[in-house]
């Protein structure tokens, strides 16, 4: 159940000239997709080499420099990735509030950020230990392995927001 202020919140910016040219307009709300699906590929695709280096794949590749090469283009991504998706939430906001794939794809998002941000201010302090030819400790592999399953939910629940 969508709480009144929420929908109230998605009535107006349904109204919106913007949604309504998402609505209308015949190419924009795929060029839109396009971006996102375009930007979600650079970030999932970082994150997915990260984690698999984490885990134990080419381990002749220092992890912080990895790191450092690969952050900025998730973070990068982002700014594909963000813009794109309001765009596309602002052409049904109700529908998308309504769908519970929506809901959990957006709580694995959140549960994808808080496993990241946990893991970079624990275990990968330590990455010194581990940096190059060692393994990483388990936790780090467990944290590398739940990111990669969190991301490929989040793209399967995006798939199926077009079928729910």
Known sequence: MVPAWLAACAAWLHATPVAAAMREGVWLYPVVETVHIAGFSILVGAVAMFDLRVLGCAR???????????????VASLLLIVP???????????????????ALKLALIALAGLNAALFHVGVYRGVAAWDVGTAAPPCARVQAALSLLLWVAVIACGRLLAYT
């Open 60 to 74: 002749q590749l220092p992890v912080r420099a990895l790191g450092a090469h690969l952050l900025p283009w998730a």
């Open 84 to 102: 794109a998706g309001l765009l596309m939430f602002a052409s049904q906001p109700g529908d998308f509030l309504a769908n519970p794939t929506f």
